[in-house]
């Protein structure tokens, strides 16, 4: 990767952090990564800070195992693991985002009502996301955080070749080929939970079928483009941050 390539990588990084707060699937908490196309076994993601408030300068590079590269001593995210490990498992993936977002919480403490696509946006879900139950891989004593590399190990297998794991009682870690690509998934996996909810609410719900989830997601392969420009517009509200 040449060094505009990079910068424009390390662009797109901050944005995802700011364009994720503006859609409501970041607070204070939650992160996102991109995989360093210079060097697939390193990824770059913010130092511990609210995502609406990074800039270039705050992003970090770190290896798979989660360690901070370049003799860097700022203070990292405690659940870089998460990244570290989908990589390692998912060559496919480029981006990871990790987010409490409040409307797919519910799905994943539920037993019996899986997060399934019901609308045509949010189709990547295809027939629903797995549920990480951290106390199968940590034990009954736990802090319900992935903090080290067998935690991340743990929820990348649970997550296996899906777009999202949801994590029970915590949030959900959603991926992507590109920043672009996790970002309008991890928007769109916010959107779909708050949706169903409503529908459940309503009376018994019909989800998208199997070849209605291939085609619509097919389809809206076109479009991720779109959805970040208009994203990208949010971002001057921010500049005041
Ligand atoms: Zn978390």
């Given at each position: 990767m040449r060094t505009?390539?990079?910068?424009?990588?390390?662009?797109?990084?901050?944005?995802?952090?700011?364009?994720l707060f503006n859609r409501g699937v970041v607070d204070a908490f939650g992160h996102v990564s991109v995989?360093?196309?210079?060097?697939?076994?390193?990824?770059?993601?913010?130092?511990n800070m609210a995502p609406a408030q990074v800039s270039a300068q705050d992003v970090m590079a770190f290896a798979l195992d989660g360690t901070p590269l370049g003799e860097d001593a700022r203070k990292p995210y405690l659940e870089r693991f998460i990244h570290g490990s989908i990589y390692r498992a998912r060559p496919d993936v480029g981006?990871?985002?990790?987010?409490?977002?409040?409307?797919?919480?519910?799905?994943?403490?539920?037993?019996?009502?899986?997060?399934?696509?019901v609308c045509h946006m949010s189709s990547f879900l295809g027939d629903g996301a797995p549920i990480f139950e951290i106390r199968e891989a940590a034990g009954p004593e736990n802090d319900m955080l992935v903090r080290d590399e067998r935690l991340g190990d743990a929820l990348a297998r649970t997550l296996g070749a899906s777009p999202a794991v949801l994590m029970r009682g915590h949030g959900s870690t959603v991926v992507g080929r590109?920043?672009?690509h996790a970002?309008?998934?991890?928007?769109?996996?916010?959107?779909?939970?708050?949706l169903q909810a409503e529908a459940l609410r309503l009376g018994p719900v019909t989800y998208l079928s199997e070849p209605e989830a291939r085609g619509a997601s097919l389809a809206n392969e076109s479009q991720i483009d779109r959805a970040w420009e208009l994203w990208s517009c949010e971002r001057p509200a921010l500049s005041v941050l």
């Open positions: 505009d390539e990079r910068t424009t990588l390390i662009d797109e990084l901050v944005l995802a952090n700011h364009i995989r360093d196309e210079r060097d697939p076994q390193r990824f770059l993601m913010a130092r981006a990871v985002v990790h987010s409490h977002s409040a409307a797919v919480i519910p799905f994943g403490i539920v037993a019996g009502v899986p997060l399934r696509p590109t920043v672009r970002v309008f998934r991890a928007v769109y996996t916010e959107i779909n939970a708050r």
